[in-house]
């Protein structure tokens, strides 16, 4: 049972505006949470966190914002670039996981 | 510059032969982990390995196994290929359970 989910596969954006990814969770010991980019043909790579004593995070033009209480986190990238063009990867797991729980992945595209 | 590297990038086997995927990681990290990732699906989690010779079952274990049999290097094997084992394997290094992951590029494996 996926306990990490995006329920976009896909999302559209023109370059300049705000891209925003969905990710909600099952888990309520879920505590600590993760954003991950991949190209194709490359491995993921790190983007943001977010722990649950907060609410927001915030990196430049990338934010996380985490709803606790709606298991729901959102990435939104403020403005959207060409090169953030990728598949984008939630993962999350809890104080006493042993690993990451990651979501099925939404494909951004940036229209220049 | 740590590094996670995946032997191959692209790899095409016959259904019923045995194959080695390779990972080595020169951060030192204790932690190793295969996913795979398939449209759709997400990363899936296969084996993961906390220490030396240790190793614990993920998600989707069947029709695999490990080894680790040094800390740097954790291998995944197909014991008998099958068509739908054909995937994009990902391998991944971490500090702590905690701590965010550092991808391989990937094998992308093909099985005929």
């Known amino acids: 049972d996926q306990q990490v989910k995006q329920n976009s596969p896909s999302l559209s954006v023109q370059e300049g505006r705000i891209s925003i990814l969905n990710c909600d969770y099952t888990n309520s010991m879920f505590d600590y949470f993760l954003w991950y980019k991949k190209y194709p043909a490359e491995g993921p790579t790190f983007l943001i966190s977010?722990?649950?004593?907060?609410d927001k995070n915030e990196d430049g033009r990338f934010t996380v914002f985490l709803n606790k209480s709606a298991k729901h986190l959102s990435l939104h990238i403020v403005p959207s670039q060409p090169g953030d063009s990728a598949v984008y990867f939630c993962?999350?797991?809890?104080?006493?996981?042993?690993?990451?729980?990651f979501g099925t992945g939404t494909s951004l595209t940036v229209i220049p | 510059d740590v590094k996670v590297t995946q032997s191959s990038r692209y790899l095409v086997k016959r259904t019923g032969e045995k194959v080695f995927l390779e990972c080595v990681q020169d951060?030192?990290?204790?932690?190793m982990f295969w996913y795979r990732q398939d449209p759709g699906l997400g990363l899936r989690l296969i084996y993961f390995s906390y220490d030396v010779k240790m190793k614990e079952k993920g998600d989707i274990p069947e029709g695999y196994s490990v080894s680790r049999e040094k800390k740097e290097r954790f291998s995944l094997i197909l014991e008998s290929a099958s068509t739908n084992q054909t995937s994009m394997y990902l391998c991944a290094s971490s500090p702590a359970p905690r701590d965010g992951y550092t991808f391989g590029s990937g094998t992308r494996l093909t099985v005929v």
């Open positions: 993962a999350a797991t809890s104080n006493t996981g042993n690993q990451f729980y």
């Open positions: 951060m030192d990290h204790e932690n």
């Open positions: 977010i722990s649950s004593i907060k």
